[in-house]
């Protein structure tokens, strides 16, 4: 087998998807771009080429000096360390990026003849870095990862392929390995001799069948294998055959000789650890402690073997997360600290607006175990103690990513940031069904309190024009059934409850916009006295619900959190609801604002949400439950489909960034500058 990065020759072809993005190739291919600004980013080793069109960008690691230029045709060629090459057709000026600054290749004409020019000097006699104008700010190019998967058509050699990002990779005879980078969602039909190689344990995926492909997800990794033969998966902590066999006459996917079935256990499959996958690792997030805005706890300035948020902003101090998986996280004051065991799986957190484009590292001597990372001008950290494979692996933002994983970083909002107070706030008036109101004897007061607080937990977040008025009513559910104990019943497509059209369709139906929300964003109640969202409690619920708190933030041993509870049903009143799943108290041929970002992931057949807001703070999709549009997935956010006893759950950034996207006048300073308002409804 040969590696793939080590190769240059034959290369894989790669067709963009025709979306703006950032591409991090780290293997050689031919990249066939479109009419979508694309930035071609070459990983140190690759052998790249790419013909560059308007608002194209190519970006190569290490300075302008490191590399020799040359041009053949309209093509320039650069040449750098370690068998670095970008062969870049000029089909439009493009801007080429380099850690110290990027210059502008165009065809030009000199003495009369076609001239291939960099930053102002021509090529033609080789380049003197010290005459080309670099500039900062860099131009040109798209940015963020392709929502669509790219096509990757491989070349016929056996190989092992590390894919950093969506595609479609269509494979051939030759013993092929793709190593599927963590946040990549990729699908490979997988033939004899083939391997395709995971970061994360077996254990840490959630592993399905639809037809022949097997399915594995975490989170933002998703791996589609059509199984067309035996193929060998690898994970962290071992491998195991993957075919389809026929059992009972029945034809089924198995993995390691065991069924993928509804009753799969992936503890029962047997692992090979000698064949253990080497790909360069990314981070499984589910190891992460919640990020600030999702967390009621304070950050700490040491860490424990627990995971934890850690305080970044130790200016001249020294850090050690000390195991567990730990998000460092930074405001945007000046600091200068050393973080002296960051590991795969730890992340650094940076608020204030700040995002990949502010990110530059510093390497320069590759074999001290230092790495620095500056995020713009007032933050920079040193990793100390890296080992020297990987402190000589690292060169630039790209490699960084390649070597401690996607999510090594992190952008996003601190507590601090979310909780400014609103331009405007809307006060909750509470009232009791009067044909039920017996039923709330004795709890009056602690439900009110709950619901006040719960409302403000919201509020806090929301720049509204006028109040909501709610009231509770009893409605009778089974006893199982305590964790949904208020679920909200508003439905914006229910017969009774006012909505307004937004002048969208969505799969035909006409989009609306809750009335609720249409009241925060204008002040004009679509249904006057009545109430705007109905809330519904049974019987059990007194019993298995604490609606307050212990002294210390907790709730008796075996009960629900009543706050918890009261915020999760408010987040479905202000969003989380819509007509994907049509019951009989539901009207037709309309949607929500909720459902217009709901579709279905093309690999695993599961629900995903997908807006503009949700792609500025969780750098893709955010996944919901396999048969449920209206919760999200995984155990760790407030809007879960289930919340045990004893959990307390706040607001995360995503939760508002959903709702953000849904229509819900989310303040400005709860989300991304780059965040805008999607809807335009008086």
Known sequence: MTDGQASPAPRNDIVLSGEAQTLVVPFAADVAGTGAPETVAVARGADVRFAANTDDAVALPGALADYTFSAAGNTLVAEGPDGTVARIGLNAPAALRFDDGTATARLDVTDGRPAVMLGGESVANGVDAANVALATPSPGGGSGASRRPNDIFLNGADQTLRVPFNADVTGTAAAETVQIASGAAVNFSAGDGDRVALAGELDSYDVASRGNQLVLENGGTRAAIGLNGEATLAFADGSASASIAVTDGAAAVTLGGRTVDSGFDAGSVSLDADGAADNAPGTQDGGLPPVPAATGRGLVHTGTPAADLIEGNQDGGTIAGNGGSDRFVFDNDPTGVTITDFAVDDQLFLTGGRTAADISIGNGDRADGDVQVFAGENTQVTLSNIDPARDDAVSDLAS?????????????????????????????????????????????????????????????????????????????????????????????????????????????????????????????????????????????????????????????????????????????????????????????????????????????????????????????????????????????????GQIDPNETREISQVDLAILADAGVPVSDSALPASVSDPLAVA
């Open 400 to 640: 960084f990513r390649d070597v401690f994983g996607e999510r090594a970083l992190g952008f996003g909002q601190a507590d601090s940031d979310l909780a400014a107070t609103p331009d405007a706030t809307a006060p909750l008036e509470l009232s009791f069904d009067a044909e039920t109101s017996g039923f709330f004897d004795g709890h009056r007061e602690g439900l009110t309190d709950a619901l006040q607080e719960a409302w403000s937990a919201w509020q806090a977040h929301l720049d509204a024009a006028e109040g909501a008025d709610v009231e509770i009513e009893l409605r009778e559910t089974g006893p199982d059934q305590v964790g949904n104990a208020l679920a909200a019943t508003q439905s914006i497509v229910s017969p009774d409850v006012p909505s307004v059209p937004t002048g969208d369709l969505f799969n035909g139906r006409e989009a609306r916009l809750p009335g609720v929300v249409s009241e925060l964003r204008t002040g004009a109640d679509p249904n006057g006295d009545a109430p705007d969202i109905v809330m519904g409690l049974q019987e059990s619920s007194f019993d298995r619900i604490a609606f307050e708190r212990q002294a210390d933030g907790t709730v008796p041993d075996g009960q629900f959190d009543g706050l918890t509870v009261l915020i999760h049903e408010l987040g479905h009143a202000l969003g989380f609801d819509g007509s994907i799943n049509v019951g009989p108290d539901r009207a037709d041929g309309v949607a929500s604002t909720f459902d217009q970002h709901i579709s279905t992931n093309r690999f695993t057949g599961g629900f995903e949400f997908d807006g503009p807001a949700v792609w500025a703070v969780n750098n893709g999709p955010v996944i919901f439950g396999p048969s449920d549009p209206y919760h999200i997935g995984g155990d760790d956010d407030l809007m879960v």
